[in-house]
């Protein structure tokens, strides 16, 4: 799930757009200058701005929507013309100018104001693979994560119902086992199979990640494991079948929560050195109360993230 919020408690978290009016979408993105491009993914056709507005930065993210069913008919019209760009054979490829409406939209993401580690987080990336011990984890990358790690008052606000609370796809009010499932930020439609994402946040605030888990949280876990696969189903009419069901390690923030993501959805969040399957996990927890406290987890760090820094100056100095 990919928000955040600064230290103010600024949120990533905006109405969405069928619930905004023309006025309040124009007082969102307007009059904000171009500081520099951060990203661009060609095969996602997203891209991502560093903007500045009343000498605060921001971060905006543009997404090509998906195709709706009216473009084949579009696109094979009569009326219709193209360039060729390349022929070889029975295999040639064209530019073809449509006007279909749904398919020139652009999903727009604004999170404003941001800080420095937003501005890191949406640039581009210089991998780095880590493995990261226990004894590394409790001397250096815990500490930094408690110190470091983006504000979560936006995940306080969704679970106290100030936020969202319209989204709400099923919750367990429990203080120990019980959790609110949302949709992801950048989930484009629910009701799709091919791209349903959604997060169950937990609503227990003293775990932060996968590493803070044994076997006396497996009831949390397959009670957000039950109740959201019967809740998506029950809404949705896709089973388990279809979703994959993950933890992030490192995750995007540090409070405790579960991705329910369609099978189809592919990127760098379901790589191999970053999710985890909660059925996995739970298995690991059954065999091993302890097992994520002792196991080395190997993941990806960017060059340009500050926790690179840490594991620059304590890590890979000892090393040498």
Same mark, same amino acid.
């Given at each position: 799930m990919k928000r955040a919020s600064d230290s103010n408690g600024a949120s990533e978290s905006h109405p969405t757009p069928e619930k905004m009016s023309k006025t309040e979408l124009s007082d969102q993105l307007s009059n904000f200058k171009l500081v520099k491009q951060l990203n661009c993914h060609n095969d996602t056709k997203t891209i991502f701005l560093q903007v500045e507005k009343e000498e605060k930065m921001g971060v905006i993210i543009l997404e090509k929507q998906p195709f709706d069913d009216k473009i084949a008919e579009e696109v094979l019209s009569e009326d219709l013309? +193209?360039? #060729?760009?390349? +022929? &070889?054979?029975?295999? /040639?490829?064209?530019?073809?100018?449509?006007?279909?409406?749904?398919?020139?939209?652009?999903?727009?993401?604004?999170?404003?104001?941001?800080?420095?580690?937003?501005?890191?987080?949406? /640039?581009?990336?210089? @991998?780095? #693979?880590? %493995? %990261?011990? @226990?004894?590394?984890?409790?001397?250096?990358?815990? @500490?930094?994560?408690?110190?470091?790690?983006?504000?979560?008052?936006?995940?306080? &606000?969704?679970?106290?119902?100030?936020?969202?609370?319209?989204?709400?796809? !099923?919750?367990?009010?429990?203080?120990?086992? $019980?959790?609110? !499932?949302?949709?992801?930020?950048?989930?484009?439609?629910?009701?799709? =199979?091919?791209?349903?994402?959604?997060?169950?946040?937990?609503?227990?605030?003293?775990?932060?990640?996968?590493?803070?888990? &044994?076997?006396?949280?497996?009831?949390?876990?397959? &009670? =957000?494991?039950?109740? !959201?696969?019967? $809740?998506?189903? %029950?809404?949705? +009419?896709?089973?388990? %079948?279809?979703?994959?069901v993950f933890l992030h390690y490192q995750p995007s923030f540090y409070h405790l929560h579960i991705h329910f993501a369609s099978i189809h959805i592919q990127g760098t969040h379901v790589q191999v050195e970053r999710a985890h399957l909660l059925s996995d996990v739970i298995q690991n927890l059954e065999m091993q109360s302890n097992f994520y406290q002792k196991k080395t987890m190997t993941y990806v760090v960017n060059q340009q993230d500050p926790l690179m820094e840490v594991i620059r100056e304590n890590v890979i100095t000892e090393a040498e």
């Open positions: 013309r +193209s360039q #060729v760009v390349f +022929s &070889n054979d029975i295999y /040639s490829t064209h530019k073809v100018l449509v006007q279909s409406k749904a398919t020139n939209e652009i999903k727009t993401t604004l999170i404003y104001p941001a800080i420095e580690r937003h501005i890191l987080k949406y /640039s581009a990336k210089d @991998p780095f #693979v880590f %493995e %990261e011990t @226990p004894q590394l984890y409790s001397d250096f990358v815990k @500490p930094f994560f408690e110190k470091e790690a983006l504000n979560c008052q936006w995940v306080y &606000n969704i679970l106290e119902k100030k936020s969202e609370s319209e989204r709400i796809i !099923c919750e367990d009010a429990d203080p120990q086992i $019980g959790f609110v !499932c949302v949709p992801d930020l950048r989930a484009n439609d629910l009701s799709d =199979v091919q791209t349903f994402h959604a997060v169950a946040i937990v609503n227990r605030r003293d775990l932060m990640s996968i590493r803070d888990l &044994n076997a006396s949280h497996l009831d949390l876990l397959r &009670n =957000v494991q039950k109740l !959201c696969l019967k $809740g998506i189903k %029950e809404k949705f +009419s896709f089973g388990k %079948e279809k979703l994959r």
